[in-house]
C-alpha cells in the first residue's frame, strides 16, 4: 500500500507532465530533499514536511490559480485533496499552513517548526539549483544580461534574508562563495 505521501508525489508528477517547464527536476525535488534534511536536524514531523514541500508550488505545476498567489491555490489543493484522501484534519491543516507561508513574500510569522522548515527549504532549493533562476530571467522572463544578472543576484540575496536564523548560520559560508563566485563587481 501507497503512503499517502507517495500518492502526492504521483500526482505532482502528474501535473508535471502538462507544464512545459519541468518544476520537478529545477526545484521541488530539492525543496523535498531540504524539507526531509531540516525535518531530521530540527525533530519537526517528517510526512508533514514532506508532503508540504510537494504541495508547495503544486498549483503552479497545475496551473490552478495565477502564478502570484501561488501558496493560497496550494494550500487550497492540499486541504482538498488530502480531505479527499482522508488525511486528518489537524494534519491537513498544519499543511496548508505550511503551504500558504513558505514563499519569500511572506510577511508574517511562521509559527510552527514545519512552516519555517517548508520556507527555508524552498529557498535553500534556490542555491542549490541556481541554472534555472537564470532559466527564469533569461529564457521565461526575457530579461537583458544586466537586468537578468540583478534579479538572480536579488533573487538570492531575498532567498537568504528571508531564511530563519538557523539556516542562516548555517549556510553564511555557502551564500557568501555564491555571492563572490556569480556577481563579481
Request: a negative charge; glycine letters at 4%.
Amino acid at each position: 500500500m501507497k503512503t499517502i505521501v507517495e500518492i502526492i508525489k504521483e500526482k505532482l508528477l502528474e501535473y508535471s507532465k502538462k507544464d512545459g517547464y519541468d518544476r520537478w527536476n529545477n526545484h521541488i525535488k530539492y525543496v523535498f530533499q531540504n524539507a526531509q534534511e531540516l525535518a531530521m536536524k530540527r525533530n519537526a514531523d517528517m510526512e508533514i514536511c514532506e508532503l508540504a514541500a510537494l504541495f508547495h508550488d503544486m498549483s503552479m505545476v497545475a496551473e490552478f490559480g495565477p502564478k502570484e498567489e501561488h501558496p493560497k491555490y496550494g494550500a487550497q489543493m492540499a486541504h482538498s485533496i488530502l480531505t479527499e484522501l482522508g488525511y486528518p484534519k489537524e494534519k491537513t491543516e498544519l499543511v496548508e499552513k505550511c503551504v500558504l507561508h513558505h514563499s519569500t513574500d511572506w510577511n508574517g510569522s511562521r509559527d510552527t517548526m514545519e512552516e519555517k522548515i517548508i520556507a527555508d527549504a524552498d529557498a535553500i532549493a534556490h542555491f542549490d539549483k541556481i541554472p534555472g533562476l537564470f532559466y527564469l530571467a533569461y529564457a521565461k522572463r526575457k530579461l537583458p544580461l544586466e537586468e537578468g544578472t540583478e534579479f538572480v543576484k536579488n533573487k538570492l540575496i531575498g532567498d537568504y534574508n528571508k531564511l530563519s536564523p538557523q539556516s542562516q548560520k548555517e549556510l553564511k559560508e555557502r551564500f557568501d562563495n555564491i555571492m563572490r563566485v556569480l556577481f563579481v563587481n
